[in-house]
């Protein structure tokens, strides 16, 4: 009986040993595929990457359709656009934490968010005065983070004109 103890322990402890060594031996090789696969995953989301200028003119025709569609009366393509805005946003948050130094996602956060709320809120009540004032004030928080970035030069503006010709407002 004691000799049956001792053999299935020293089996039990031969078994893990050779797991662990297994394990090991196939973790390595393993990790350095893993790494591989990471320096590709990188190297593809590098090239597929849309510049943060590409995503500010995303950003100038969801502004400008949104303020289209607040004025329409057309809340549900109002809201559409607003919600359009904000991926845009979170999007440029996720690919450009900082840009020539700036702290862009912070930025974005602090002073988009709070008129963005404002936006969805006067879409939600459908109120067209609201939605004029929060538009407005988006309007001036995007300006503030121009600024803010020393780009002052890009200054935006409520849309005067419709440039989007196909679609109905």
Known sequence: MKYRKQSTVLTAL????MLVFTANSCSD?????VDELKSEIERLED????????LMNET???????WFAGVADNWELAY??????????????ELYPEYDGEPI??????????AME???EAIEAQNPVRFREAFTNLTASCNSCHESTNR??????EPDQNTVRNLRF
């Open 80 to 93: 559409y656009q607003h919600h359009e805005l904000e991926e845009v946003f979170e999007k440029i948050e």
């Open 60 to 66: 100038m025709h969801r502004h400008s359709s949104l």
């Open 14 to 17: 031969l078994l893990v040993t």
């Open 47 to 54: 090239l597929y990457k849309p510049g943060l200028h590409s």
């Open 152 to 157: 002052q030069m890009i200054h935006i503006i």
């Open 118 to 120: 404002e936006v969805e």
């Open 105 to 114: 996602a912070t930025l974005i956060g602090n002073m988009t968010s709070p």
């Open 29 to 33: 090789g393993q990790a350095g595929q």
